[in-house]
């Protein structure tokens, strides 16, 4: 039977383009990613990273951060957070609330479901300043 799924009825979206890149960068968009989850109450339970020793499969948060910050984030070309609905199974698609940096395409994103995170929010401004910073 077919799951019926709605990818985003009603989410803050933030884009920015032409990001800063390096492991610098990357480490910042992590930090400041996971503080703004941590903030609204969510921890990303799926991480996806490209780069050395990284596939770009999504894995479990402690995993990843375990191995990113021994690495000290050299080498990474792109970083995704993820936290997703209860029962949730494809993070694309069930996801609460979703952080993603690109080194390779100069962008970053946050969205979160209008739910968790209005749009005109206090919480959602803080996080798009912090990102403009990276």
Do not use: N
């Not at 009603?10 to 990001?19: P, Q, R, S």
């Not at 991480?47 to 990113?68: E, I, N």
């Not at 694309?92 to 995170?117: F, P, R």
């Amino acid at each position: 039977m077919p799951r019926e799924t709605v990818a985003a009825p009603d989410c803050a979206t933030l884009a920015l383009y032409g990001v800063a890149s390096g492991a610098e960068a990357a480490e910042r968009f992590y930090h400041s990613a996971l503080t703004w989850f941590r903030a609204c109450g969510h921890t990303p339970g799926r991480v996806s990273v490209y780069g050395p020793g990284f596939t770009g499969k999504w894995g479990g948060l402690s995993r990843a951060d375990g191995r990113l910050r021994r690495q000290g984030f050299q080498g990474d070309t792109a970083i995704a957070l993820v936290a997703m609905r209860p029962g949730g199974e494809i993070p694309l698609v069930d996801w609460l609330m979703t952080a993603e940096w690109s080194a390779k395409h100069d962008y970053a994103t946050i969205a979160a479901q209008g739910s968790i995170v209005p749009f005109a929010s206090d919480g959602f401004r803080r996080c798009a300043e912090d990102m403009v910073r990276v």
